[in-house]
């Protein structure tokens, strides 16, 4: 059972974040309403996140298949969007299409085509990201951003995919000030994706920004930030 204090730490951390969130907005110029807080919610039990989604958070992230599969069955979002934001193996495609709103973590060309044979077999339209190595080689998710196109292109292609943005991970040892420039750099790639203007791709999206940095992600163009400590606290892995 969830304590009250428990919830009561929850309600207070989301309200303090949704109070950063819009004041990196105003910072920045933007209007608040069109930045979405997802919580990154792996390791947390479907109470844990049940309970969440009764305040003010747009999203839920899951990063493993079996915690989207056992928090979506059960109810746990409350109706609220779940995206894939973890690595995606392919033989585990099939669980994901549909379940997910939006996988957020496409990074490579055998994936997506898994993707959209499953959409296609499902009869369903899957939202996706690319998921951008902003990092270079200190970062081990993501496509390199020269791969940025081919891959671009080839959603555009999948008649059951609808590219929605990009999504990154900047490398967990930068410092802030390299931090803001992959930001920045991620704001400029989605300003190229957007002006290639596709057809069928709706490049809205730019999901970047964690506990540490989502200030500074919104300040250089998020649309989703992705944040688990600072709603949760510290994951428990020895649980799992
Ligand atoms: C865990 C995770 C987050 C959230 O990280 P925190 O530092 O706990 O906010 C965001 N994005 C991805 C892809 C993650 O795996």
Same mark, same amino acid.
């Given at each position: 059972m969830l304590n009250q204090e428990t919830l %009561?730490?929850?309600a207070e951390n989301v309200a303090a974040i949704r109070r950063t969130m819009a004041e990196a907005a105003r910072k920045a110029g933007r209007d608040a309403a069109e930045i979405r807080l997802c919580a &990154?919610?792996?390791?947390?039990?479907? !109470?844990e996140v049940r309970a969440s989604a009764d305040l003010a958070i747009d999203?839920? /992230? !899951?990063n493993h298949v079996q915690e989207l599969v056992e928090k979506t069955d059960a109810g746990a979002y409350a109706g609220k969007p779940g995206h894939f934001i973890g690595h995606l193996q392919t033989n585990k495609v099939n669980k994901v299409v549909g379940r997910a709103a939006v996988i957020e973590s496409v990074d490579s060309e055998r994936l997506l085509q898994k993707i959209e044979a499953a959409a296609a077999r499902a009869g369903l339209v899957q939202d996706i990201l690319i998921e951008v190595n902003i990092g270079a080689e200190a970062s081990k998710s993501g496509i390199a951003p020269e791969s940025l196109w081919p891959l671009a292109e080839a959603a555009e292609a999948a008649t059951h995919l609808r590219l929605r943005g990009l999504m990154a991970i900047p490398p967990a040892d930068a410092t802030p000030e390299m931090t803001r420039r992959f930001f920045a750099a991620m704001r400029e790639l989605l300003a190229a994706l957007q002006a290639r203007q596709y057809a069928r791709a709706v490049p809205d999206t730019l999901s970047m920004g964690m506990s540490g940095d989502? &200030? %500074? &992600? =919104? !300040?250089? /163009? %998020?649309?989703?930030?992705? =944040? /688990?400590? %600072?709603i949760y606290g510290a994951r428990d892995y020895a649980k799992h």
């Open positions: %009561a730490r929850m &990154a919610c792996k390791t947390r039990t479907v !109470e999203l839920f /992230g !899951e989502y &200030a %500074a &992600a =919104i !300040e250089e /163009g %998020a649309t989703i930030v992705r =944040i /688990g400590t %600072a």
